[in-house]
Structure formats: structure tokens, C-alpha cells
């Protein structure tokens, strides 16, 4: 439809399988960058990308097109494949089953997205390494 308008902006996050803390410094920038072609091969914008060594989280915006259980899908399993082949890891990156993702308002978008981009902050961590 031409003439249609759709902003859906969701929160995202999803773990390591068994909450391992797997997301290092080394690996966080390729998984985010191939997180986001990810999306974009989608339709779906990326706002921000975020981590704790045991779980991403993601806000974006999805397309009216494709279920948010279809781009989790490919997103996860995109991402892990990536990082194995391409990083030679003791472990393999594997996801936990499931995911949570909430719908954002445009009015608390701000809010979501200062929440993503201090993680480690409101998590009790010091540091940050920024996506």
C-alpha cells in the first residue's frame, strides 16, 4: 500500500545459550556491524545496539512486512553462524531459545535508548565500549 504508514520500534534482547558471558570486546563490533546488515537486508532500521556478556539488546524499527519472530529468527542465526566462521573462538556462540521484545512509543523512545546505550551503567558496570 502506497500510502501507508508504519513506525513499530521494538526492544529486543536475547542471551548466550546458558547465560554464558560470550560477548567480549574482541567480537562485539563485527557481531553488532552483521546485526545491523541483517536488519537493513530486511527493511528494519537500526536505533541502537547494546550488550552485556550475556545477552544483546537491540531497538529498531521493523517493516510491515516480515514477523518479529521471522527477523529474530534470521537475526540469531545469522549472527552466530557469522561469528564462528569467522573468529576462531575456543567456544561456539550459541543463543538461548526465546527472546523478549517490547514495542516502544515514540514518546518513550528517548528513554529506551539511553537505557541501551548506558547498559553497563545501569547494570553496575564501569565501563563501556560503544557500538
Not at 556478556?53 to 516480515?66: A, E, G, Q, V, W
Amino acid at each position: 500500500m502506497a500510502h501507508s504508514l508504519v513506525q513499530i520500534n521494538l526492544h529486543v534482547i536475547w542471551t548466550t545459550r546458558n547465560r554464558e558471558p560470550f560477548i567480549s570486546p574482541e567480537i562485539k563490533a563485527p557481531l553488532f556491524k552483521h546485526i545491523e546488515q541483517e536488519l537493513e537486508k530486511m527493511d528494519c532500521r537500526l536505533i541502537i545496539i547494546n550488550s552485556m556478556p550475556d545477552r544483546i539488546h537491540c531497538l529498531f524499527s521493523i517493516c510491515s512486512t516480515k514477523s518479529i519472530s521471522f527477523i529474530i529468527k534470521q537475526i540469531k542465526g545469522s549472527s552466530s553462524r557469522y561469528i564462528n566462521l569467522a573468529h576462531s573462538l575456543p567456544n561456539k556462540l550459541e543463543w538461548q531459545i526465546g527472546y523478549a521484545a517490547f514495542s516502544v512509543s515514540k514518546l518513550a523512545l528517548k528513554k529506551v535508548y539511553n537505557y541501551i546505550k548506558f547498559i553497563h551503567e545501569n547494570h553496575g558496570f564501569k565501563s563501556m565500549v560503544d557500538s
